[in-house]
Structures are given as structure tokens and as C-alpha cells.
């Protein structure tokens, strides 16, 4: 009786581990790889630009920088609207204040846009939203979203701050004000905590804009 309690214990367990690695296997179940989290190095990347050159995250090591994930369509990030970080001039302003903080802080746009429409067309309508902004700036294209997912990117633009040595410091909104060019800049403020050794004050924030597209 006790041998036929003990074995049926060891099937039960058996049974679950197969149904969990099936699980894990069909995606219902988080794997091990690396989640982007405050205080924690930033989860490494390598990607294509819409130019063609290949970037790595690593390849900027000793450099604070900052990751905004980007879409052309959206009317809070590259869209035409007078909300667009890009169009109302809030993201040239905030390159340009960076860099007088700190001349080798490194601004990247991360694109993980899908819906439906064809990678290419979406990297020739990203370059022409920078084209009328006289900003340049490298798009990585995403178009899998693996990145994105990774960095666990909800909509755009949302930005990240990354230190020197690999470290993610801040994660969330462009600024404290989506409707006005006067609100507090919170990734200024954690480029400039860094410049400074210090910690940012604001290591995350709730972002606004569109939903990320990804690829369903």
C-alpha cells in the first residue's frame, strides 16, 4: 500500500514537471531570460538601424544611454500632432540639454512597431518623422519586438536611462506633462544624476502615449 502511495506521488510530480516544460514551451510560463529592472544591468541587445549598421548595447559601455521606444504613427511620439515629442521640439530640446551635461551621453530610438505593415515601409516613415525634425538620431528597428518585450516597452515613447556600466537607472515617461513643453524632464534629471555620481531621484515613472504594436 505504501509503495503504490509513494509511486503514485512520484508520477503527480512527474506529471506536473512534463506539464510545466510544456507550459514554458508554448510561452505560458515567463522563461529565464533577462527582464530589464531599476537597479539592475540592462538586458544586452543587438540591433539594426534603419541605415543598416548594427548596434550593441555593449558597444557603448562607459557611456550613459538613453532608449526611447519609437513610432512613426503614434501621435505622442513621431506622429503629426502637436502632443509628438518629436514634432513639438521636446526631444530636440532634451539632446540638446543632455549634451551639455554630459557631450557623450548616446540617445537611441528603439522601433518595435508590427501592425501589419511591412518593415521597410515602417523604417523609410521613421526616417522621414527625423527628416522634418532636423534631428538625427539611430532607429533600431525591432520589428519582432523581442526587444521591446524584454525591456517590457508598453508604449511610445517610453524611455530609459542606462549608466556607464550597464545599469539600468530609469524607466518610464519622456516628462511629468504630456500637454505642456514645461513639465520636469525625468530623464534629464537621471542623465544629470549620473553626470553628477549621483542616484536619480525619480528611478521610474508611468509612461503615457500609444500602445506598442507588436507583432501578434
Not at 172 to 181: E, I, L, Q, W
Request: glycine share 10%.
Amino acid at each position: 500500500m505504501h509503495v503504490k502511495t509513494r509511486l503514485s506521488r512520484r508520477l503527480a510530480i512527474a506529471a506536473a514537471a512534463a506539464c510545466c516544460v510544456s507550459l514554458a514551451h508554448a510561452g505560458l510560463v515567463d522563461d529565464v531570460a533577462a527582464k530589464a529592472e531599476v537597479g539592475k544591468p540592462a538586458p544586452a541587445f543587438t540591433l539594426t538601424d534603419t541605415g543598416g549598421t548594427t548596434h550593441n548595447l555593449a558597444d557603448f559601455k562607459g557611456k550613459t544611454v538613453v532608449l526611447e521606444w519609437f513610432s512613426p504613427y503614434c501621435p505622442w511620439s513621431g506622429g503629426e500632432s502637436r502632443g509628438s515629442v518629436h514634432r513639438n521640439g521636446k526631444v530636440k530640446s532634451l539632446v540638446e540639454k543632455m549634451k551639455a551635461v554630459d557631450p557623450n551621453v548616446v540617445y537611441v530610438l528603439v522601433n518595435s512597431t508590427h501592425q501589419g505593415r511591412p518593415e521597410k515601409e515602417i523604417a523609410r516613415d521613421s526616417d522621414a518623422v527625423l527628416a522634418t525634425t532636423g534631428v538625427k538620431l539611430p532607429i533600431l528597428m525591432d520589428y519582432d519586438g523581442t526587444v521591446g518585450k524584454m525591456y517590457g516597452a508598453k508604449v511610445t515613447p517610453h524611455l530609459y536611462v542606462i549608466d556607464g556600466e550597464g545599469v539600468l537607472r530609469y524607466q518610464g515617461a519622456f516628462d511629468s506633462d504630456r500637454n505642456s513643453t514645461d513639465g520636469s524632464n525625468y530623464v534629464l534629471e537621471a542623465v544629470t544624476a549620473i553626470k553628477n555620481g549621483e542616484t536619480p531621484s525619480t528611478a521610474s515613472t508611468r509612461p503615457y502615449g500609444c500602445g506598442v504594436k507588436y507583432k501578434r
